[in-house]
């Protein structure tokens, strides 16, 4: 063990230089791992959460746009094809998953700010470029749309590791857990907008959607236009603040390796003393370097990859279940009839809108935001571990219960709402779970110069069980008939929320440590 001064892990003597450097880089730290709550912390907290809300928005509004769009584009059927319908929803987790691994390995090597921002202008270019998308002779719709969707994906992916290893190394030890889960709640308040602005632009053109007399639904067309292209107006506002917020000291330290820099960042950010940021040594730190030889020597040990391992299958394990449900509520709530229009024509195809939006709203209430906010009230007493577990047992079995009553709960209008009550439980044990604790462990667990990286194979893990769930429930869900096999898909997502107990225990309590000490930096 090194002793406390004046010797490496090794136990060979550090020059006076390299031992009075690494004391000043332990103060730095000390000062942003000790700091009190500040006003930098609330804009870190709302530029971040920002891009979580516009990411949401884009991902789950397509839950209801694509009803939509079965109307304007399959007339016929009134409902986009099987294969259609998977191509528009899948095409932004696969693209998610590349910018995950993408952007977190480019946040190691460029920086975390020089990223920072690139992803959203991905994220508002594709966003807008979809609400103007049309047929052709050589490609239809769904194929612009499938494009356009996966490029942004590739944005929203940036986001996660981004978003997540900023705020984690902005943060004070006692706080960090709250502010990364309030960044992440962010999502929360997307997915509502999303279902709130199709209510309302389903509501505003009532009149023209019920007396349209067109086989396609043109009025229907500017609904799921509009759903879409609203997406772009909050990463808007936040692209200038995400453009100009500053480094991580801890980049800037353990990576760029300018411990002086690093500092007076420091004395920026939370207003420190001003005499000690000019004391600092021109000097740079010397630091592990991150390389491909590193990252195995790292990874190969056991005590590493088991983190690696926990992080990266309990985020897929759990976005088997949330993205199963997520991307699908909408023919979850038809099949079991909650809300079913018994109108038929045009009025059929208002009222059908109007509850599937109004259908998704209550979802949010009911389950997702409260969920969220459950997790940030008790990270930082209870712990992520022990939450995690909670979520992951609690969710098993209300998806055998959903699962294997379902074909006796759908069977009368009580048991509908039963399934409902129990759909918005899974949904409120899904954030208040492991949906926040699979985001916010892998930005804690890490060292500096991997952090952003296996972050990014973490969140591309649950990209990844996100694409599994989307492409089963689309080839599962009418096996024996329209949405027949429903009950067995939520009884094939308790199976996964059992496995991830099991990948929970190989996670450690992150909770009440620094950085430093999770990553034994």
Request: hydrophobic share 50%.
């Amino acid at each position: 063990m090194a002793s406390e001064k004046g010797s490496s892990v090794s136990g060979e003597p550090l020059p006076q230089t390299s031992y009075v450097l690494d004391e000043r880089r332990r103060a730095a730290l000390a000062e942003v791992d000790n700091a009190k709550f500040s006003w930098f912390h609330v804009k870190v907290c709302f530029v971040a959460g920002v891009g979580f809300f516009t990411d949401a928005y884009d991902i789950f509004a397509i839950n209801i746009a694509s009803t939509m769009l079965g109307y304007v584009y399959d007339p016929k059927h009134k409902s986009l094809s099987t294969n259609a319908g998977l191509g528009v929803k899948v095409a932004t987790p696969v693209g998610t998953l590349v910018g995950q691994l993408l952007f977190g390995w480019l946040a190691d090597v460029i920086g975390r700010k020089k990223m920072y921002g690139f992803e959203l202008m991905i994220i508002i270019f594709a966003t807008f470029a979809q609400a103007l998308s049309a047929n052709g002779p050589a490609v239809t719709i769904i194929g612009v749309l499938v494009v356009w969707r996966f490029l942004m994906g590739v944005g929203i992916g940036g986001d996660y590791p981004l978003s997540a290893v900023i705020s984690s190394e902005f943060a004070s030890t006692r706080t960090r857990g709250r502010l990364m889960t309030a960044v992440f709640a962010f999502q929360g308040w997307g997915q509502l907008a999303a279902s709130l602005i199709s209510v309302i632009v389903v509501a505003a053109y009532k009149d023209s959607i019920i007396g349209d007399v067109s086989p396609n639904f043109n009025a229907v067309d500017h609904c799921w236009r509009i759903l879409i292209g609203m997406g772009c107006v909050p990463g808007v506002i936040a692209l200038y603040f995400r453009l100009t917020i500053p480094e991580t000291p801890r980049f800037t330290m353990d990576i760029e390796r300018n411990i002086q820099q690093a500092t007076k960042d420091i004395d920026t950010i939370l207003t420190t003393s001003a005499n000690e940021s000019k004391s600092v040594s021109h000097q740079h730190l010397d630091a592990p370097v991150a390389s491909w030889a590193d990252f195995r020597a790292y990874f190969g040990q056991w005590k590493h990859l088991k983190v690696l391992i926990g992080t990266a299958y309990s985020w897929f394990a759990l976005d088997i279940a949330f993205y199963g449900l997520g991307l699908n509520s909408s023919i979850i709530l038809q099949a079991i009839g909650f809300g079913s229009a018994v109108s038929t024509g045009s009025r059929g195809v208002y009222d059908n809108l109007m509850n599937v939006s109004v259908g998704n709203v209550i979802l949010s209430v009911a389950g997702l935001i409260p969920g969220y906010w459950a997790s940030f009230l008790l990270i930082d007493k209870w712990g992520r571990k022990p939450i995690q577990l909670m979520g992951f047992i609690l969710l098993t079995v209300l998806f055998i219960v959903m699962g294997f009553g379902y074909d006796a709960l759908k069977g009368s209008a009580s048991g509908k709402k039963a399934f409902v009550f129990l759909y918005c439980l899974a949904n409120f044990f899904q954030n208040f779970g492991p949906n926040v604790t699979t985001f916010v462990i892998p930005g804690e667990v890490y060292p500096t110069r991997y952090r952003s990286t296996a972050h990014g194979i973490s969140a591309a893990s649950g990209k990844l069980g996100a694409i599994v769930a989307q492409v089963g429930f689309a080839q599962l869900a009418s096996i024996g008939g329209t949405n027949a096999f429903v009950g067995h898909i939520l009884e094939i997502f308790a199976l996964f929320m059992l496995t991830g107990i099991l990948s929970t225990l190989l996670l450690a309590e992150s909770k009440g440590k620094s950085l430093e000490e999770l990553s034994e930096e």
